[in-house]
């Protein structure tokens, strides 16, 4: 064999090694530059961003499910009916200067806020049942409040005090009282040897 064809077979083996390694190479090349145009990391694995508009059949089926199934669950959940609950999102609105928001409806915001009063609910559960991120969940609660603060003439009542000349059996032995929460009313039966001292008692 000539010493020209043996440099020709040297540089063909040379060429076979190279080639499968280069295709490698340029394989991860391209995916390195795939995951940055993602803005991922290139030694990390690329994250799934959420896409807004993936995520709001599930936010407004939930709505639905708590305001517009039954008034049975509204009650239980928000602690109001339907209809309650649609006339204090139409005042927040027309009086409270309420508004949507881009991705966040009124009546959501209000279940937000209405979820944390009825039950207690921590930011993390209610973030996790409406599919949203905490931050939303505060700062719409915290709106609502605010929209509230600005109706709160039409929807609380001014309680009055129990005058002297009261004369409803459940009430006139509570002059001066404002009267009780939600107008609950425990009877109570006075034995006869200290009804006496009651009343004069309460005349003082």
């Not at 490698?24 to 290139?42: M, T, V, W, Y």
């Not at 937000?112 to 949203?132: A, G, P």
């Not at 001014?158 to 459940?170: G, I, L, M, Q, S």
Request: proline fraction near 3%; aromatic fraction near 8%.
């Amino acid at each position: 064999m000539s010493e020209i064809t043996r440099k020709h077979l040297g540089v063909v083996l040379v060429v076979h090694e190279i080639i499968p390694h280069a295709k490698n190479n340029f394989n991860i090349i391209l995916a390195i530059l795939s995951d940055e145009r993602l803005g991922c990391h290139p030694t990390r694995e690329c994250i799934v961003r959420y896409v807004m508009a993936h995520r709001m059949p599930d936010q407004i089926s939930f709505v639905f499910l708590l305001t517009g199934n039954n008034d049975a669950d509204c009650l239980s959940q928000l602690r109001m009916d339907m209809s309650t609950f649609g006339r204090l999102c139409y005042l927040l609105q027309h009086v409270g200067g309420f508004r949507d928001s881009k991705y966040v409806r009124i009546d959501e915001k209000v279940c937000f806020f209405l979820s944390v009063l009825s039950h207690h609910k921590k930011n993390r559960t209610i973030k996790f049942n409406h599919v949203q991120s905490g931050h939303t969940v505060s700062f719409y609660f915290n709106s609502v409040l605010t929209a509230l603060l600005k109706i709160h003439p039409l929807i609380l009542v001014t309680p009055k005090p129990v005058d002297d000349e009261c004369t409803n059996a459940r009430w006139k032995s509570f002059k001066g009282c404002l009267g009780a929460l939600e107008g609950m009313y425990i009877d109570v039966q006075t034995p006869l040897l200290d009804r006496n001292k009651c009343e004069r008692s309460w005349s003082c």
